[in-house]
């Protein structure tokens, strides 16, 4: 089946710092990625949609020079949190898509728990 | 705007009971409905997807339903196991990108 990664599984950063998280499709070529964040108890937040060699689509209230997101191949894209600080802390998820669009089946990868001190 | 909830937030039952997981949504115009299960501090693991023009997909122990005109989804888990136990999130995907709802903290007990 279709398998999404996502590295790294788990970083701690100092405030002001920035963080690069990879999300890879390892058995399909990923048309279109997804950026969602997830805090504590609550559901599962689009932040950005991203189809290769194109900018990203940024989801209302999400900062676009804050999160940066590159799709630079299709089978990675890669969300940068710049200049990060301790509200940033929470539990980054990405899914690919082999189509291009946002009604199709999304694969998830495992996440990435973000904790900025 | 799509909105998507998902009711009890945290259910406990003893094991082998069968259970019924609700979820609801606001805009009937949708393309697909899936349930998801996340264990904590981990991803997403879909469960089923049910197209706008089925009715239920089964898979195993699980069953879910779709009444989109109502805008209800029910998952049904029959005879549940402790390893049962985990997060479920329900999602819709229309005309505005996947919309999840909070989930329901299941708890299966020995």
């Given at each position: 089946g279709a398998v999404v990664s996502q590295h790294p599984s788990r970083v701690i950063c100092k405030s002001g710092t920035s963080v690069k998280i990879e999300c890879r499709s390892l058995d399909f070529q990923a048309t279109t990625m997804f950026w969602y964040r997830q805090f504590p108890k609550q559901s599962l937040m689009l932040m950005a949609t991203s189809n290769e060699g194109s900018k990203a689509t940024y989801e209302q209230g999400v900062e676009k020079d804050k999160f940066l997101i590159n799709h630079?191949?299709?089978?990675l894209s890669t969300l940068t949190v710049t200049s990060a600080h301790p509200e940033d802390s929470s539990f980054y998820i990405c899914s690919a898509s082999d189509q291009g669009s946002s009604t199709d089946t999304q694969y998830f990868g495992p996440g990435t728990r973000l904790t900025v001190l | 705007k799509q909105e998507v909830t998902q009711i009890p937030a945290a259910l406990s039952v003893p094991e082998g009971e069968n259970l019924v997981l609700n979820c609801s949504f606001?805009?009937?115009?949708?393309y697909n409905l899936q349930w998801f299960r996340q264990d904590p501090g981990k991803g997403l693991t879909s469960l089923l997807l049910i197209q706008s023009s089925q009715r239920e997909q089964t898979s195993g122990r699980l069953n879910a339903s779709l009444d989109k005109s109502s805008g209800r989804s029910t998952l049904y888990i029959a005879?549940?196991?402790?390893?049962?136990s985990a997060t479920y999130l329900c999602a819709v995907s229309g005309n505005t990108p996947l919309v999840f709802g909070k989930g329901t903290r299941l708890s299966v007990i020995a």
């Open positions: 630079a191949s299709l089978t | 606001t805009d009937s115009a949708i005879a549940s196991q402790p390893g049962d």
